[in-house]
């Protein structure tokens, strides 16, 4: 028998997780209620602060009132070409849980663990470490350093973590906000990093969301970069809309999906 009825796994996809929040208004408003959340980079970051019992309307206003995103800097090209010291002050000042265990709806975390070479799916330890590890998308920001090991962005293998919270949900709903498009024009090293990496997560997400019981793929979102955070609420009302569209397309299993979350 599962453990929790309904999943919830939300990819990787930099400032389009703004529109994982508008997704998520969504559900609630149709009364589903996640009982767990697997999320990878930007998915991580919605899941921990959504996991911790804050709104998707108030980590919107958090991370467009913070100005987060435009903390991001330069550092001298070594690991990587980018700091993110305000998605660690975020963390650090906003979010009430410390530890996983301290979190009122369990969350699993993937990172990929530069060392050895392999994808790990965290469900313990310190939330900021897990994290920032699993945001660290390679190339464009430095490793981040958990014990002996450096880890980078869960998404280089698994862009969908759909296997670590199978086994324990009656139904699967996934949200991928890396949508299928042509880039047009590629120019400068930071769109070449970005684009490359983009390319290597699409090869694997339709495989995931194959084993999810409900997709949520917002198309609007083609043309939306990594860093638009000015983009914000434009991106959350993409993921609110695509996911009333699904909802009321498929009534059946939307009426399957209203539980309490477990």
Known sequence: MSKYNTGLILSGGGARGFAHLGAIKALEEHQIIPGIVSGVSAGAIVGAFYADGYSPEEILEMFVEKRIFSLIRFSVPRNGFLKMPGIRELIQHYLRAKTFKELSKPLVITVSNLNLGKVEYLTSGKLQDAIIASSSIPVLFEPHRIGEYDYIDGGVFDVLPVKPIQE?????????????????????????????????????????????????????????????????????????????KVLENQPVLTSTLVASGK
């Open 168 to 244: 324990q949900c009656h139904k699967l709903i996934g949200i991928n906000i890396n949508p299928h498009y042509d880039y047009k024009k590629i120019s400068g090293i930071i769109r070449v990093a970005e684009w490359s990496f983009y390319l290597r997560i699409l090869a694997s997400v339709d495989e995931s969301l194959s084993d999810c019981d409900m997709a949520i793929e917002p198309r609007k979102l083609d043309g939306y970069g990594i860093f638009d955070v000015g983009k914000a609420r434009e991106m959350f009302d993409i993921g609110y809309e695509e996911t009333i």
